[in-house]
């Protein structure tokens, strides 16, 4: 298990969350606190930077899934850019992938 380290950046069009490690049951609450927290005045779309993670488990999952829900209830976006085949793979068995909004790998700006 590699420890997850969490980089903040705040643009104009949105927050930026930039994961580097695993992102596991053990880990995830480290993402969950912060989403909670940036998601409670509803105002910035978010982005999920996942380029650096090396995997990601269900547990991981539930809480991206529960922050795009948030984020849709508020009328904002949460994107999930650079993910692993490991995680596109579980997005992909769990069907998860038609309702998270994913960027498809080359589109970044």
Same mark, same amino acid.
């Given at each position: 298990?590699r420890k997850l380290t969490i980089d903040t950046d705040f643009?104009?069009?949105?927050? &930026?969350?930039?994961?580097? =490690?695993?992102?596991?049951? =053990? #880990?995830? =609450? /480290? ?5 909670? #927290? ?8 978010? &982005?999920?930077?996942?380029?650096? $993670? ?8 539930? &809480? ?5 829900? *948030?984020? $849709?209830?508020? =009328? *904002? ?12 793979? /579980? ?19």
């Amino acid at each position: 298990m590699r420890k997850l380290t969490i980089d903040t950046d705040f643009r104009d069009d949105a927050i &930026v969350l930039r994961l580097t =490690g695993d992102l596991d049951f =053990g #880990t995830c =609450g /480290l993402l969950d606190a912060p989403l909670q #927290t940036l998601q409670r005045d509803g105002r910035s779309d978010l &982005v999920i930077d996942l380029s650096e $993670v090396g995997f990601i488990d269900s547990t991981a999952l539930s &809480v991206l899934l529960q922050a795009h829900r *948030r984020a $849709v209830a508020r =009328g *904002r976006t949460l994107l999930i850019r650079g993910a692993p085949y490991q995680a596109l793979r /579980l997005f992909q068995l769990t069907g998860t992938d038609g309702e998270l909004t994913i960027e498809a790998l080359g589109t970044a700006s």
